[in-house]
């Protein structure tokens, strides 16, 4: 294998995406710079804006805010994603246990039916009633068997069919417990959904309220920074890569394909596709392509396959970024990504080391 050029960052940082108008406000990352290992790009700027001072109340201050709140607003969507799949399985065993509820119903009312049946009949031969029917329609079953001498005189298969209605009974109750518990879950999940939803819209409410404190000049000047860098990252991406620096499977050609069909489309929170996507519905929606199931959530993807090294990333790997792993790209080559950076931005391609990667993942 070829090994990986060395060279600088492309364009600014991914986090200086503060560069939209107020009426677009957006969410992003937080800025920091790429780890150790990390990826060689083709040379490009700083990610300073020029002529920026950095002081408190600068464009560039204003943007560092925004990018934390749109990093936190993020990982509040992550987990409101979490929850909603933890939510889709509980209601999926819900439905399961509501069935065999059901069933254990069903067979216990059958059984009951033939015990009463046959406690009509002995009342109407008037013979008395057999001891286990007794038993049956005692209130207190406990006390009546202190008080049998024994249950040989029940006829075997009246006592087999008690026997199997005090089973189906237990399993009843034991169903309709866990039934309560899962109900009580669910709800919990329900409440996680809305909070995380909840701080996410305060989070982004926040930052577009401190893009509204800029100018139109400086607004239209972080833009351009935007659209340079991204202009940079493109041509990047589209430079053929090395021999033997590919995907590293077939699978990964397809699902590489399909991310780079997707670019230009918006970042939805919560959105796998086809038309708009948050960053770890992007990697489900492409792996999909390549014949594979991808947990939901980038805390999950994180686990869902090999780990590698940075330094040998190869198109279609999973990148995960930060210490909570709330965000994920996918490796396109050529020290670039593609993912889906933020609502109201758009699929595109980034320098691998515009963000901090805590784990690279090869599915």
Not at 13 to 42: C, E, F
Not at 102 to 131: K, T
Not at 176 to 196: F, H, K, M, N, V
Not at 258 to 266: D, F, M
Request: charged share 20%; proline share 6%.
């Amino acid at each position: 294998m070829a090994s990986h050029r060395r060279g600088k960052p492309v364009g600014p940082s991914v986090l200086s995406r503060a560069a939209i108008t107020v009426a677009a406000a957006t969410a992003a990352m937080l800025s920091a710079p790429g780890g150790a290992d990390a990826l060689p790009g083709p040379s490009g700027g700083s990610g300073a804006g020029a002529g920026s001072s950095g002081g408190p109340g600068s464009p560039e201050d204003v943007r560092r805010q925004v990018d934390a709140l749109y990093a936190q607003a993020e990982a509040a969507g992550q987990r409101a994603d979490s929850a909603q799949e933890q939510e889709a399985a509980l209601l999926r065993r819900a439905a399961l246990l509501q069935q065999q509820l059901a069933e254990e119903q069903q067979r216990a009312n059958a059984v009951a039916a033939r015990l009463g049946a046959l406690a009509s009949a002995e009342y109407q031969r008037g013979g008395g009633m057999d001891p286990v029917v007794q038993l049956m329609f005692s209130a207190h079953p406990e006390e009546y068997l202190s008080r049998a001498a024994s249950l040989d005189q029940a006829d075997a298969s009246t006592a087999a069919e008690l026997g199997r209605l005090r089973s189906y009974e237990r399993e009843l109750e034991q169903g309709r417990a866990e039934a309560l518990d899962q109900y009580a879950e669910l709800e919990q999940l329900r409440r996680s959904i809305a909070t995380g939803k909840a701080e996410a819209q305060r989070r982004l409410g926040r930052a577009r309220a401190l893009l509204g404190s800029l100018t139109a000049g400086q607004r239209d000047q972080l833009q351009q920074q935007e659209d340079a860098a991204a202009q940079l990252a493109a041509q990047a991406a589209g430079t053929p890569l090395p021999i033997g620096e590919g995907p590293a499977s077939a699978r990964a050609m397809l699902a590489l394909a399909a991310a780079r069909s997707a670019v230009g489309l918006p970042y939805v929170y919560g959105a796998t596709g086809p038309g708009a996507f948050d960053c770890s519905g992007l990697m489900y929606w492409a792996w999909r392509h390549g014949g594979v199931a991808l947990p939901r959530t980038s805390q999950e993807q994180a686990f869902a396959g090999r780990r590698v090294p940075l330094s040998q990333a190869r198109p279609g790997d999973l990148v995960i970024y930060y210490g909570d792993m709330h965000h994920v790209g996918m490796y396109a080559g050529n020290g670039m990504i593609i993912h889906a950076p933020y609502p109201g931005a758009r699929v595109r391609y980034e320098s691998v080391r515009d963000m901090p990667a805590v784990a690279v993942v090869r599915v």
